[in-house]
């Protein structure tokens, strides 16, 4: 390494700490906003309070060498790999995905949508149906299985014989209803979501969809229902909109599916978090 003249500061430590300290900022602000959801899930959240702690720590570790005389010339160059994404996160605006983000053959029509649930976990809810609790603690004798169980049972309820889906319910409602399809068909249905189109659609079908982040958006999906409503021609894409309608056994491109006939379409306010978690 070649030898220099003896400065009064390390500014390869110097760096070292603006970037530390710049990414903990970023990181803290997003989860001070609550936009860290548009980034991960939020059980992923707790993880990243301890990355932020740890580069604060880790910055007061190196604060002190910032001080020190630096006698070897030690090149900053690779530090631009990590200033240059720092400048960009404060920069560009965090943004939801839409539909300019996906195509149909992204989108989830069809069963398993993002395999959400233990296929060894019923769900038994329907005001219709029978729950027989013995069979299920003797089934799963696991207290935090039996707790599943039943957070799933009071979840997944009818109310005045409707579904009615929310952020909270949406992909277990859909991955019931993909599932089930016989059981649902003719069950009225309240959804909400943003208007997505595709040229293999009919003029009169469209999909409420919503996007379905498992770990983080890197992997983000779009999931939903088709729906066919006399006027959705005049539905604009990502326009955000409540779906009133019942449920009919449908097919699209061979595949039999769940298809919303819509009643009544109705513009709603896109929530303030607007993706969907499979837990």
């Known amino acids: 390494m070649k030898i220099m003249k003896t400065r009064n500061y390390n500014i390869d430590a110097a760096f070292k700490v603006v970037v530390l300290l710049g990414f903990a900022l970023f990181f803290f602000l997003t989860i001070q906003s609550g936009q860290v959801l548009k980034y991960v899930h939020p059980r992923n959240v707790p993880f990243i309070k301890f990355a932020v702690i740890a580069m604060v720590l880790i910055s007061i570790f190196f604060i002190p060498e910032v001080f020190k005389p630096q006698r070897i010339k030690v090149s900053s160059i690779p530090l631009l790999f990590f200033i240059l994404p720092l400048i960009m996160a404060f920069l560009l605006p965090t943004q939801s995905f839409n539909s300019d983000y996906i195509s149909y053959g992204d989108l989830k029509l069809q069963g398993n949508s993002g395999n959400v649930d233990n296929p060894e976990i019923k769900t038994e809810y329907s005001e219709e149906d029978e729950y027989n609790e013995d069979i299920y603690i003797d089934e799963y004798s696991d207290a935090e299985n039996k707790n599943i169980i039943e957070s799933n049972r009071n979840e997944l309820q009818l109310i005045d014989e409707t579904i009615i889906m929310d952020n909270d ?14 059981k649902y068909n003719g069950k009225k249905i309240q959804v909400s979501g943003f208007v997505f189109k595709d040229e293999q659609f009919e003029d009169n079908e469209f999909v409420s969809a919503r996007m379905m982040m498992v770990c983080c958006a890197a992997d983000m999906q779009p999931i939903g229902f088709l729906c066919r409503y006399d006027n959705a021609a005049e539905l604009k894409v990502d326009t955000w909109i409540r779906v009133y309608g019942t449920i009919e056994k449908g097919e699209f491109n061979g595949n039999v599916i769940p298809v919303i006939e819509a009643d009544k379409v109705e513009n709603t306010e896109k929530p303030e978090f607007d993706y969907v978690y499979p837990f």
């Open 169 to 182: 319910n949406y992909v277990r409602w859909i991955q019931e209803i993909y599932e089930n399809i016989e």
